[in-house]
């Protein structure tokens, strides 16, 4: 089992309420109850560079695109390279859907 320097009681319960969701609207509400606007967006932004970032992609490019900080872009980039794997799961399994 995958351990985390984010993981105590308080995250897992908050990773098995996720599991539970079983679709786009229900994520929308449980989300919109945790997280502030910002916050969600954000999270959203760093996961469209992200995308962008595999597609080879400028952070000149991406920065112009997404309105992200060149710090937000490299953040992110050192995640990709370095991280946990956790953006590249996501990304192989929405592949996989398609």
């Known amino acids: 089992m ?3 320097k984010l993981q105590n009681p308080e995250a897992d319960q908050l990773m098995e309420a996720i599991l539970t969701l079983e679709n786009m609207e ?3 509400r449980f989300f ?8 969600l967006r954000s ?3 760093r996961f469209d560079v992200a995308k962008m970032l595999r597609e080879g992609m400028t ?6 695109k997404t309105g992200a900080s ?3 872009i490299s953040r992110v980039n050192r ?3 370095f991280g946990c794997e956790g953006y590249k799961l996501v990304f ?3 592949e996989a859907k398609k």
């Open 2 to 4: 995958y351990t985390s």
């Open 26 to 28: 229900e994520a929308y």
């Open 32 to 39: 919109e109850d945790i997280c502030t606007v910002s916050e």
């Open 43 to 45: 999270i959203a932004q």
């Open 59 to 64: 952070y000149t490019a991406i920065a112009e």
């Open 70 to 72: 060149t710090a937000t």
């Open 79 to 81: 995640a990709l390279q």
């Open 92 to 94: 192989e399994k929405l």
